[in-house]
């Protein structure tokens, strides 16, 4: 599939696509006079644009070309998982967006400060954000390394090497030149580039069985790959079947669930929308667009059994990446090819930006939201903190090429999920949550997780493990399983073990959620005076009562 | 904006908060998203659930290869359709106009 003209094709497409973004990646830099243009590009994005970038900032090498091999080898349990990423997006549109916009941070931090010890409140932000952004940023160079193989034919690792550190560079170039109006750019262009590819896809594949759907799923079921248990396609088994018990996809299907909406990065893009109304509008239609986007995906994947046979598309799961490569030259031909390659580039592009620039906020602003306020220094610091984080990141990165470690996808989506949701939802939720509540549920929802995934398949004993060669493994589960449950029960016991609570700051924060009083919109505002009347970089101050 | 957190901004958003009015807001948006939260969870535990413990349950046939399971995939995606438009109504027409007031008078009252 990877012929000489796609391989061309991709590299000129690409080429195309770098000079036009970075030309409006420049373009992006004149705004940028206080920090939360850099952060937030001045929370200036509307809410179609934001929608796009939020459905960008979902769209992984994993989300696109794996699931499409994942759902044409696993079948309905795949499609099931699918589901779940969809399902997640009503967490980020009911809990997150138009709260958290509202009460008007730049970071998570932010929100935690209203209520709890700004130095507890800080560090869990700083603590979340960077270990997040480390081990998604590390799967993602690694899909990089894929892409480069997989897409432009890179075979010597040195080639792959380069290829990875120089996706870092312009990631950390588009941050740095372009802020956060920079990278929402790229996002968009990712997103309305994955959009074209995937419509024309589904539409080819459509127009082959003439768009009746049941003959489709009739072909991909009669097609399929045989399951050696005997499972068939379109009914549960494959993956619920693995490892002796259903609690192994069962626990994949929950922790997708609770973690997705919870990724810091993410939360960053309801930070940009200009009012809490715009963030809950974005969110609203980005969660439709990827349930949309996952039907494609089915429909890709089903069809591309039934056309090509499931003995054809790569049937087991280290070659399931390319079933959708495959598919675009059964259907395109060498350009669809191309065009897909140059597809894979930007979605890997697009992901370092979008995580950089979460990673380089949370770092400058917690730190110099504990300072006297000067937002020259900040926006010198954090462009300061771009190049050192960007170009640390790409080194790691490359070097761990030679290590297995997609497993940390999943445990990423963990991490979030115990991390970030139970501390989120106390926040928003309980009069009485309280700094050790904040602490116990962060830190203690961390070394859960930490000590779940230590002993789940994801690090020893299994194909995907990051140590394949030993097994200790105990439990066969995704650690949020176990992981969200404790970090809720932590906060819980955090907090009622202490008798510090802050009324004020929870009445302030419900009124401002609910409200968006205070929250900066709609006021007029100079550019120089902007980052001085930020929320949160005025020290809150903490009621004790005891 | 300039003068929040000092104790008496603070004391400004306990009073908003003990309000009639904010009472109403807050318990409009919280049954809405507690209601939204058990269906879809709900939904969610229980399309999982069958799938792992009730496997026949999903493989019975509707139409040709069309099964159960399928359909109950279907049925999570247009649950998510559903909740999202019903959300954006509701916060538009309903919590909107009630977040407007409050913040009015309390934004007007600063000045």
Redesign the interface.
Known sequence: MTNGTAVGVGVVISAVLAVALLAMVVAARRTQTTPTDFYLAGRRIGAGQNALALFAGFILFTTLFTMTGHIALSGFDAFLFSAAFAMSWLIALLIFAAPLRNIGGQTIGDVFAIRANERTARAASITVTLLLFVTYTMVMMEAGGIVARLMFGVDSSTGRAVMVAGMGVVATVVVLVGGMLGTTRVMVAKALLVIAVVAVLTVGVLAKYRFNLMQLLDDAQAKAAPHPAGFDLLGPGREFSLGGSPLGHLSKLFVAFVGHAALPYMFMRHFTATSGREARRSAGWAGLLVGGFYLCVAVLAFGAVGLIGGQNIGFIPPTRDTTLPILADFIGGSWLVGLLAATALLIVVGMLAALLISAVTSLTRDVHAMRPSDPAGELRAARRNTLIVGLAATVVGTLLLQVNIHALLPVTISFAGAAVLPAMVYSLFWKRFNTAGLRWSVFGGIGATALVFLFSPLMSGSPVAILSGVDFHLVNIDPALLGVPAAFLLGFLGTIGSREHNDAGFAELQVRALTGADSGAGEPRSASTEGAHEPGSVKPEIQLST | ??I????SN??R??A???SAQ?TV??RK??TF?LG??VA?VGW?FL???L???A?SF??QTI?????V??LF?LV??A???A???A??KY??TT??PL?DQ??AE??GDLR
């Open positions: 904006m300039a929040r957190n000092t104790p603070s004391d958003y306990s908003v908060h003990d904010f807001l807050r948006a919280q998203t939204a939260c879809f969610w399309a999982i659930l799938g792992a413990y496997p999903y493989r139409v040709g290869s069309f099964n399971g399928l995939v999570t995606f649950l998510v359709l909740i999202t438009v959300h954006l916060a538009r919590l909107d977040a409050i913040r309390f934004e």
